[in-house]
């Protein structure tokens, strides 16, 4: 394997288009999850892949195997994140306006920045099978959670960066220091606030009460299942049964935050299950947890039409958060934008 990597080096340095993308291909899904990581967004991951691949193209000469390719690949692409991230013109600057006139007044400012994205896991699974290196501190599974996700973009860049690079890939500080062009001291000191803030942020109220169902056991069946019934029938009292006390609704690009049960039951009633409104809910998933495309029906057209995507987050047999992302995002999910009318 080794043999074979030096001569597509060789064959990429001399011009060979072919050889460069059999050199990098097994290495392009990981990459834009690692930039998903770090900026929250699966169109800027997509340019920051990109851009990542180009510059690696033309910077191959420059790559002296001291370091594995992948380790190389990761230092371009963590680098290229940084600098959209400091360029900050892709964030929006003022949160979109709300959907429905008529919501109840929100619990709060929420933490899901405007930018934050949903990640179809049908891309998770083009992922090459690599165990985390030794110093990881997080499981796969629960490093691309939307929890964690939101966690990270409440760092500053720096500290993001360094925390994935330790804690979700298991690189050294040595390692990552290298990457960064820094020392082992900032590293570590870095990695410390980090710790703190997403360790904080995780510890909240809907991230507890009991490990989440695993993908395709029949104890997140009989969950999709039961969400799935309760809003094709518009059961709101059958949907406040799978929630916990105080589940989190959020909704971005709007900084918008709903806490509690009562406050749930109470927005659900004004929006989502008033009168006249017929709903299917077609099951997918995202970022390893369940998701849903629900699409509203239309009666003068006969069809239903793309509503939102909802994600998510379980606890046992119960719903801890709810968000809920624009039909913008559906398409990446291979979601229609109509459903025939069912009979």
Not at 80 to 105: F, G, H
């Amino acid at each position: 394997m080794e043999r074979d990597t030096t001569d597509l080096i060789a064959r990429a340095r001399a011009g060979d288009h072919q050889a460069f993308r059999d050199l990098v291909q097994g290495h392009s899904h990981e990459l834009q999850v690692h930039c998903y990581r770090i900026l929250g967004s699966l169109q800027d991951a997509e340019d920051a892949l990109q851009e990542t691949l180009v510059s690696a193209w033309r910077n191959l000469g420059e790559f002296e195997q001291r370091s594995s390719l992948r380790t190389w690949l990761y230092k371009i692409a963590t680098n290229r994140c940084l600098s959209m991230l400091r360029a900050d013109s892709r964030r929006p600057r003022i949160a979109a306006p709300l959907p429905e006139a008529d919501l109840p007044e929100p619990t709060g400012v929420g933490d899901a920045p405007a930018w934050l994205e949903p990640y179809p896991d049908v891309l998770l699974d083009h992922l090459v099978d690599r165990r985390p290196g030794p110093e990881a501190r997080y499981e796969t599974t629960e490093a691309i959670s939307l929890a964690f996700i939101t966690a990270l973009q409440l760092l500053p860049p720096r500290q993001r960066a360094v925390l994935v690079l330790r804690d979700v890939l298991g690189y050294h500080a040595a390692e990552v220091a290298q990457m960064l062009g820094t020392t082992q001291e900032s590293v570590s000191s870095a990695l410390k606030r980090a710790r703190a803030t997403v360790d904080n942020s995780l510890a909240g109220p809907s991230h507890t009460g009991g490990p989440a169902p695993r993908p395709d056991t029949a104890a997140e069946q009989r969950l999709v299942a039961r969400f799935t019934d309760a809003m094709e029938r518009a059961d709101l009292d059958a949907l406040i049964e799978l929630l916990v006390t105080d589940v989190r609704l959020s909704m971005p690009p709007a900084m918008l935050e709903y806490r509690g049960i009562e406050t749930a039951q109470r927005i659900l009633a004004a929006v989502t299950f008033r009168p006249g409104r017929a709903y299917r809910a077609v099951p997918t998933r995202a970022n390893g947890q369940p998701a849903f495309g629900l699409y509203l029906a239309d009666p003068h057209a006969g069809v239903y039409r793309a509503y939102c995507l909802l994600v998510i987050t379980t606890a046992g047999d119960h719903i801890t958060a709810i968000t809920s992302f624009t039909t913008d995002v559906m398409t990446r999910f291979g979601l229609p934008r109509t459903l025939p009318e069912t009979d």
